[in-house]
């Protein structure tokens, strides 16, 4: 992702990832092919696709960047700035000027949220107790 700046320390150990950032990833590359498909002027989403990539960034040691995000969520500068204002008052991102970050608040949210579309997914899959455990990529 262009978005993302800053250290390349991951949290998660042996080559692991965490599974809610792979899902988090997932979500905005269904909006990019949807956008592609149909066209980005139909569907909108912008606070959530700012969580989002606030999300992964924070997952990859990272922050975003605002104006290549603003770039790829196809939201003009002053669009992008009204939603940063929006969420940066309700103590869900930092506005770092050039970059944005998660706050810790907001993480824990994003990871509530997941984990629960995740326990969703996996049940309607089959996963014992809502959970879908992997290994080397594949479902097991």
Same mark, same amino acid.
């Given at each position: 992702?262009?978005?993302?700046?800053?250290?390349?320390?991951?949290?998660?150990?042996?080559?692991?990832?965490?599974? !809610?950032?792979?899902?988090?990833?997932?979500? !905005?590359?269904?909006?990019?092919?949807? #956008?592609?498909?149909?066209?980005? #002027?139909? =569907? &909108? %989403?912008?606070?959530?696709e700012i969580l989002l990539s606030t999300f992964i960034?924070?997952?990859?040691?990272?922050?975003?960047?605002?104006?290549?995000?603003?770039?790829? !969520?196809?939201?003009?500068?002053?669009? *992008?700035?009204?939603?940063?204002?929006?969420?940066? %008052? +309700? &103590?869900?991102? %930092? #506005?770092?000027?050039?970059?944005?970050?998660?706050?810790?608040?907001? %993480?824990? *949210?994003?990871?509530?949220?997941?984990?629960?579309?995740?326990?969703?997914?996996?049940?309607? =899959?089959? &996963?014992?107790?809502?959970? !879908?455990? =992997?290994?080397?990529? +594949?479902?097991?």
């Amino acid at each position: 992702m262009k978005i993302l700046d800053g250290d390349t320390r991951g949290r998660w150990t042996d080559g692991l990832v965490d599974p !809610l950032i792979v899902q988090a990833e997932r979500f !905005l590359t269904s909006r990019q092919v949807r #956008d592609k498909t149909l066209g980005p #002027d139909l =569907f &909108g %989403e912008p606070a959530w696709e700012i969580l989002l990539s606030t999300f992964i960034a924070a997952g990859h040691s990272r922050v975003c960047v605002v104006q290549p995000l603003a770039y790829e !969520l196809h939201l003009a500068k002053s669009d *992008m700035r009204n939603w940063i204002v929006r969420l940066s %008052e +309700r &103590g869900l991102i %930092e #506005d770092l000027g050039v970059t944005i970050a998660i706050t810790p608040r907001a %993480e824990a *949210m994003m990871r509530d949220t997941l984990a629960a579309h995740h326990r969703s997914f996996a049940q309607d =899959f089959g &996963g014992e107790n809502g959970l !879908l455990h =992997f290994s080397s990529g +594949r479902i097991v």
